[in-house]
Structure formats: C-alpha cells, structure tokens
C-alpha cells in the first residue's frame, strides 16, 4: 500500500464518532469523547498492513520450498462475550518437495480465533496482544492440531498480528485541521488551544459493532457564547439559510450517487433513495419553517438523522463485501464524517459550526479522484441519479413548452423558450367529444392530443365541464400507460387508478395552470409543489425536468404517476402482498405527502393534527373516487390555498 494510502486511511478512519451524541460537557471544562472505532474499519486497516499477498492473502510463514507454508485469508475482527476476536482462515502445509511434487504433506485448514486486549501506549498508537488461541474446522467446531504444525501458527501468526497497530496520531491531527476549518474567527485560538491537549484514555473497549476509546479534552471556562439574537430573519439571513440546505443536499446526493454507483444491489439502492427523499422532505419543512437565529441548525439536524442511516449502510454493504476495493474509501468517509458530525455537536462549548468547505473536504475522502465540485447544486435533471434508481423518462408532449413572458424565478432554469400569453385560451370546439378514429388511436397519441388541448388552459365556469373530462381522461390514460411499463396484476391496476385521482384531487383539484394577475402561471404551493400532481421540485430535483414539471400536464401527471407507482410497489413488497387495498392507498399517499419513513404514518397514535387531518382527507377523496362520486373543481380551486399541506 502506497504511504499515501496509508496516511490517508489512518488519518480519515479512526477520526469517527467524536463528540456524538454520548459526549458530555461537564461544567468543569472537561470534555469526555466517545471514540468509536468499527471492526469494518479495523479490518480493512489489518488487510493492508498485513493481508498483502495475492488474492488478499496473508503469508505468516513460509519453509525451505513451496510444499511448507502457512497462510492467511479473509480476516475480520468482532466481539463476543466482552473480548475482542480477531478470526482468520488459513492453511498450513507441511510437506517435503521431491521432483516438483509435495511428499508426505501433513496439512490442516481451517479457523485461527485468537483473542486480544488493545491498549493505548504513550505514542498515541492502538496495539492489541494476544491472550489466547483457538483453532476451528471450517464450520467452526473444535480441531485439534498438536505438535509442530500447532507450534508454527502459535509463533508465526501471534506475532505478526501483535506488529498491527492504529495510530491515533494523524486522526487528531486531522481533528484540529477541522476544528479549525469549522471555527468561527473568533473563536479558532480557543479551539486550536483545546485540541492540543486532547488525549486519549488508556482503556480500549470492545463493543457490539466497535471498539471504543475515550479521548479527553479540556474546555476553558471562558469559550465562546454563540450570540443569540429574537430579530426576524434578514433577507440575507434566509438566502444563507437556503444555501446551508442546498449544500447539504448536494452534498447527500453526491454520497449516495458514489456508494449507489458502486453497489448495484437493489436492496442497497432502495434504502439510499429513501434515505435520500426522506432527507429531502425534510429540507422542504425548514426551507418552509425557516427557524430564528437562536433556533436549531437545520444541518445538524439533518445529519443527525440522515447521516446516522446512510452510516448503516455503508456499513452494512462493507460486512457484506459490496463495497469491493472502495471498502477503505467509504469506511474512511465515514469515519471522517462522523468526526465532523461530532466536532459541530461541540458547538455550544467551542464555537464550532459545519461549513460547506468542511462538506468539499469529506467529499473528497470517499472520492479523491472527483475533480468538479460536490456541492454543484442544480434543478437540471441528473442522468445518474435517473439511471441508479429507475426513473424512466416520462411523456412529453410535442412541441415547445409554453414558458411565461415575465423574468423566471429565483433558480428557476432559463434555458427554454418565452411563451406567448395564454390569457384568451379558448376551449376548442371539439373539446369531450371523442374523434372517429380515437379506438384505433394510440394511448400515447391519446395523450399528446389531451397535452396540446389542454396546455396553458385554466378551469372556469365556463369550461368546467368539459375541462373535468378532459382531465379524467388524462388521469385515466396516464395512469394506463405507467402501468404499461410494467406488468402489475389485475389486483394492482384499480387501487391505483382510484390512488391517482384521488391523490389528483387532494393535491390540485384537478389543476396545472391557474391565473396569477392576469397571466397563466403553472400551479405551485408554497413548498414548491408543482402542477397537476403537486410533483415538489426540491424532493424530486435531478429525477424529473423542472420546466416539464412546469409547463407539460402530460409530463407532470406521468411524473406523479410515476411516483406513486414506486410507492405501492415498495408498500405492496413491504407487506409480502398481503395488505388490503384501502390500506396500500392510505400509505401510499402518506408516502407521497410525507416520505417513505412516513408510509404507516396514518396508523400511529402520535401522528401529528396536520398530518391526520391531511391523512384523513385523502381517505375521504379516495372513498369518494372509489364510489363513483364527482367533486366541485370551482370550489375546491377556491379553498385549495387554505387547505391542509398546501
């Protein structure tokens, strides 16, 4: 392993857990740090200190010619009953060579389990000593070997494995180059004070999943009060505020798009995208509740919660081997994470705080060779995420898009055509009346024709009528051809017909446009919920075309439609097939609303008021759907402002 390699994985690796929600800050100025140390992590430290042979093996012995050997391979370490264990396969080989054959080769193969105690010496390094000895047959019942062969892996293996050690010195001096990076100006020379005399306790405990050390560190009395002002935000105070949720976003993205890139197991990938949209339906609410300035920090709270999950299944992928010849990569990516995490949980005794620059820093561990910028934040679609996850391209309808005259919002691309005014859109004539030829027509020429009739229109009393059927064809045939790009039972196809339009009704009453001072303007909430669907441009940003999701109502109901089809899928697998269909569209459309984590939401006793009373008027919609009732588009339009979630 290159020196550089090695530098960099002790310096990223055992910088992890600092400060984590078990540290404690006494009021005598003393700091006592969790130090958490994963036995993921310390094995892949172990493989490229000693387990450098080929095939990853570790050749502990080797006699006069190539009949004699003893080696090693696949290592781990682990914890049972409160000692730590280090176990490893090996093979053992005896023999006498004799014309390019091995003669009377006395062989064994099996398990070595040695237990160890780790200790911290005054270098600041983590060294291990072996206490005892165990061999094991391959399925892990006792072998007994006596004898030289007993005596070659006693004094060949325990010394090379008490050679392993962990330096703890680059992971602190790691710790004091980010403190300083995360340190308020004045509040670095407090910082830079309090780290030079961080020291680790001696004692090393082996844990379920790590091993622990305690670091101390000592507070001056006198640190930094972070100012605490009751004034309402500034304009500058909320655009910083956006752009602290923005990095952080990216920076998640950028995450999950290297681990999914690396592994291509399903499972894997399903938990990153709920990971990932959870977090993003979080962002949502604190870009929608911005907090005053004595409030919490919108990223320590989203890392404390996203981070931890995305934690374990880095780790999870690692003891699975998913992780290939990037284990190192991400396990050190995580470690320095944690680390980072742990340094901004000090805040309030050092002044701390989390910087975009401390996020470029970390991308960088997990992926050295990226060269752009992990926190580029853009509303443009995102070809890998697309890919990794399975969105496929919805339906477009032919044509421009039709874009208002009026300078575009704030981060709203502009790369599109102006449109010219919809204000004197007629309903064509022909409007509800079904052309000759419409059985032979295609569905999706279907479509495109419903797309350009209905584009730019706004539903008033004067086209209500036919712009309802109009629109339900729309639902209707979208919905078909979502279906269509799978093969979903006759069990599936009515629920989710009935889950669109109801989920339709609740979030738009049926609308993609309404007009905004006299102009034809898509439909959007505050949260930034767009179109027919109410498909968020935040929770969904890099998935879908934001000016798609804008301006095209074909595109925008198959985007949603598309979504929701996603969450069934997940809710019908989550229940083995088993759930009745009332329940897979009251969790399907909490989903939708609230997240994956938010599926069973409608079940729990402590579902907060909003989110009951947005639960419970899906449920009534979609019994109303299912019972063939109508609804008043005027009049929902009219409410829809006021109502719960919009």
Same mark, same amino acid.
């Given at each position: ?45 172990? *493989? ?93 019942? *006792? ?42 100006? $004045? ?5 830079? +004070? ?35 002002? @009751? ?17 952080? $976003? ?171 005014? +919809? ?44 712009? *309802? ?57 505050? @949260? ?70 938010? +599926? ?20 009534? *919609? ?16 009219? +409410? ?7």
């Amino acid at each position: 392993m290159p020196r550089q390699s090695r530098q960099s994985l002790r310096a990223f690796a055992l910088a992890l857990a600092l400060m984590a929600p078990g540290a404690r800050c006494a009021r005598a100025a003393t700091v006592t740090i969790p130090l958490t140390i994963d036995y993921e992590t310390l094995t892949a430290a172990l *493989k490229h200190q000693l387990y450098v042979g080929p095939g990853g093996r570790a050749d502990f012995w080797n006699g006069a010619d190539a009949c004699q050997y003893l080696y090693g391979t696949y290592p781990r370490f682990f914890q049972r009953s409160g000692t730590l264990e280090f176990e490893t396969s090996a093979d053992l080989s005896l023999g006498i060579g004799v014309g390019g054959n091995c003669v009377a080769p006395v062989g064994w193969s099996g398990l070595i389990d040695v237990d160890l105690q780790g200790y911290i010496g005054g270098d600041l390094v983590i060294r291990f000593r072996a206490t005892d000895l165990n061999l094991y047959k391959p399925d892990h019942e *006792k072998s007994l070997l006596v004898g030289r062969g007993f005596d070659l892996i006693k004094g060949n293996l325990i010394p090379r494995l008490e050679t392993f050690s962990y330096d703890l010195r680059p992971a602190l001096d790691q710790l004091r180059t980010l403190a300083q990076m995360a340190a308020a100006p $004045d509040a670095a020379a407090t910082i830079s +004070h309090a780290l030079a005399g961080l020291r680790p306790l001696p004692a090393v405990v082996p844990e379920a999943d790590s091993l622990r050390v305690t670091l101390e560190l000592a507070v001056p009395t006198t640190a930094p009060t972070p100012t605490v002002s @009751s004034a309402p935000l500034s304009q500058a105070d909320l655009a910083a505020w956006q752009t602290t949720l923005d990095n952080w $976003d990216a920076f998640m993205v950028f995450a999950i798009e290297q681990m999914g890139g690396t592994v291509a197991d399903p499972a894997v990938r399903q938990q990153l995208l709920d990971v990932l949209l959870d977090g993003r339906y979080r962002l949502v609410a604190a870009l929608s509740q911005p907090q005053p300035r004595s409030g919490p920090d919108p990223v320590r709270l989203l890392f404390l919660d996203e981070w931890s999950r995305f934690r374990d299944i880095v780790r999870s992928a690692a003891a699975q081997g998913l992780l290939k010849d990037r284990a190192l990569e991400f396990l050190s990516f995580i470690s320095a994470g944690d680390a980072l995490f742990a340094l901004d949980q000090a805040a309030p005794a050092l002044g701390l705080r989390i910087s975009a620059d401390d996020l470029r820093r970390l991308a960088r561990v997990m992926a050295p060779q990226f060269t752009a910028d992990p926190l580029a934040f853009s509303y443009d679609e995102d070809p890998a995420l697309q890919k990794m996850f399975g969105v496929m391209p919805p339906l477009e309808t032919p044509g421009p898009l039709a874009l208002p005259s009026a300078p575009a919002e704030p981060r709203t691309p502009t790369a599109t055509a102006t449109p010219q005014s +919809h204000s004197d859109l007629e309903v064509p004539s022909w409007w509800g009346a079904a052309p000759a030829d419409a059985a032979e027509a295609s569905l999706t020429t279907q479509l495109y024709n419903l797309g350009m009739t209905l584009k730019g229109v706004v539903v008033n009393a004067g086209n209500v009528v036919d712009y *309802k059927r109009a629109i339900q064809s729309l639902l209707n045939l979208a919905a078909t051809y979502v279906l269509g790009q799978s093969d979903p039972s006759p069990a599936i196809r009515q629920p989710y017909l009935l889950i669109v339009k109801s989920a339709a009704w609740q979030e738009s009453c049926w609308r993609q446009f309404v007009r905004r001072d006299g102009r034809v303007r898509f439909l959007e909430s505050s @949260s930034g919920d767009i179109g027919l669907m109410q498909v968020n441009k935040h929770i969904w940003r890099g998935f879908y075309s934001l000016p798609r999701l804008e301006w095209d109502i074909v595109y925008n109901a198959s985007a949603g439609d598309q979504i929701l089809k996603r969450l069934m899928d997940s809710e019908i697998a989550r229940n083995a097939g088993r759930a009745q269909s009332a329940a897979v569209a009251r969790s399907v459309y909490a989903a939708y609303n609230g997240g994956p984590a938010a +599926h069973d939401r409608w079940r729990r006793a402590h579902e907060t008021s909003l989110e009951r009373q947005i639960d419970q008027a899906f449920w009534q *919609k979609y019994q109303a759907v299912r019972a063939g009732q109508s609804f008043d588009i005027l009049d929902c339009a009219t +409410h829809w402002s006021t109502t719960p979630g919009h």
